[in-house]
């Protein structure tokens, strides 16, 4: 890790500043995004937003996670399996193959908010769900090598065939949940009976449609604001005010104290949600915040002067490098008739579009050049990543030669124009984005005018977090829901499978619509070395094995890299191991310690120092 020190920042700060923070111990947390759905989701079947996943690290618990270094830590388990505890146990199954078995044990004292105990009833019914035929999973790769042995109420063991050499990596690399049977088991018998006799292949929608009612039924505002919910983390669900407003309270049967008693730590937790983030960077200014989501502002706006002066005598404010990707997925199904007009399924044309995009002058004029240009999927921070693959330059004239070798030509207004099938078709593509993020709208209106240099309009249609990253929406592209460019962010982590870009994980009808290759590209020499490298323990040949996963690649586009992030965190003074680090928790959330979030005024200990894990910004 970097070691760092935090902006320095001078300047008068507004006067009455609300310090109600630490008055009624309480903490306002600012995002730019508000979650669809929470909790009731447990498998992420209807959502997969980042915002949704940060305000659940608060109301659920892992049984492991990772610390702001990078190290598994135990949280609901008793201890983190090692091989050296006997918890960890690998067997040769042959063809440079292994089994792997993992011992986990629930701790005695873990309640869900309820008073009820957490216990393998819970594990296994996590499971049972999980692996449901035709069950839309993100990562249907997990559920085909996972299956589970329970020995008592608090003992059981999971089991990897075959097994990944990120198996044991905490946060998404062990992904081992439970989700409470005594508040949800009723309705999934229901569901189950429902589904028997369905064909996971022939009544896919079918299914899909039962799952997404099962889910939706125990996460939405209405039914959490009910409180009928069970949560194993130290806050509940009090209220959801959609559009506005999630507040959270302290349960009162969490089970993990912080350095001197839950009472002198935060009590309660609200998340604004203000999806324009320079309404959000007002708010800040304003003093009616606490602290920044990783949702939350852009890099720009947060070193805006006038932010930094207004803030800085009350705030801190760090910038976190992370494993976060910004990219523009592109729609390369086949089936989808505006993929074969403009060619988008052939590589010269994702080629083109990055030749025209000026990456280096946009990181340099929005960020300082503080934020590195991306050329590939996996992040500097990780050991996978290869620095020497093919790089797209800023080139207007190579993007146009690109593109007149597949036959356009300017029409009469200057936008290109080629015959396909006897029409003639323009190039106008779409452009999707979240509404309201005022960087990646603005790289839009910088972008633009390039691509209309070469002959391409663009069709802008952005829409809120919760419509685009809804899986009816983002996992349809081969259903043409989205037909061109899709621009947004992946949170990585230390797990990397190279599963984002593997054929099979392409949704589609036919499959329910899992895994997360949303834009479709596929490649086969890419498919068997990923199948080689995800059994592959050794490092070095592991390592070889990505090296040239990512050359194809970086030749093939199957998305268009632009950038990675360090996301600013803006601290109120006197707030308490509210901290973040490339990997913390898993996805470089900073509630990944959420018990001990607190103020100093009130007897919160200082247990982490965000000083280290924050870059150097003059």
Known sequence: MRRAGKLTVLGLALWGLAWAGPADNSLIVGASQ?????????????????????????LFVPFITIDLDGNNVAVLATEVPTVQN???????IGGGQRRLEIDLTIRPDARWSDGRPITTDDVRFYFEVGKAPGMPVLDPDYWRRVDLRVRDARNFTVIFQPAYATD??????????????????AAWEQVRRQAAGLDPTRD?????ELYRGFFTQFSTPGY???????????????????????????????????????????????????QNTASLQVAFMGGSLDAISRVGLTFDQARAREFVNRVGRNFDI???????????????????????????????????????????????TFFQGLQPVSHIWIAPTNALHNPNVRRYEYNLDRARALLAEMG?????????QRTVDGRTVRFEIEWVTTAGNVVRERFQQFVAEDFRRIGIATRINNAPSAVVF???????????????????????????????????????????????????????????????AVVEFDQTRRKQLFDRMQEIWAEELPALPLYFRADPLVVRRGLVNYVSAAYSGGNNYPNWWPWAIGWEQRGAQKLFDQAKYALTVR
């Open 168 to 185: 044991l990596i905490g946060g998404p690399g062990l992904p081992i949940g439970y989700a409470p049977r005594h508040i949800m088991g």
């Open 470 to 532: 809804a899986d009816d929406f983002i996992q349809r592209a081969s259903e043409g829901r989205w037909t061109g460019m899709f621009m947004f962010a992946w949170v990585s982590s230390l797990v990397e499978n190279g599963d984002l870009f593997a054929c099979e994980f392409r949704p589609t009808r036919e499959n329910n619509y899992v895994g997360q290759n949303v834009g479709g590209w596929c490649n086969p020499e890419y498919d068997r070395l990923r199948a080689q």
């Open 204 to 208: 896919a929608q079918r299914l899909n």
């Open 318 to 364: 760090w910038f976190v490098p992370g494993a976060i990707w910004e990219h523009i997925d592109i729609n390369q199904f086949p089936n989808v008739q505006q993929v074969r007009d403009l060619g988008l399924n052939d590589r010269r044309t994702r080629q083109a579009l990055l030749h025209a995009i000026n990456r280096e002058g946009f990181v340099r």
């Open 408 to 416: 356009w030509r300017p029409g009469p207004d200057g936008i290109l």
């Open 34 to 58: 508000e979650p669809r759905v929470l909790a009731g989701d447990f498998l992420s079947i209807i959502s997969n937003q980042s915002i949704k996943a940060e305000i659940e690290q608060y």
């Open 86 to 92: 006997g918890r960890v146990r690998f067997t040769d």
């Open 224 to 274: 959490l604001n009910q409180r009928q919910m069970v949560y194993s983390g130290p806050f509940v669900v009090q209220r959801w005010v959609p559009g506005s407003t999630v507040e959270l309270v302290r349960n009162p049967n969490f089970f993990i104290e912080p350095p001197g008693g839950h009472g002198r730590y935060v009590q309660r937790v609200t998340y604004r949600f203000i």
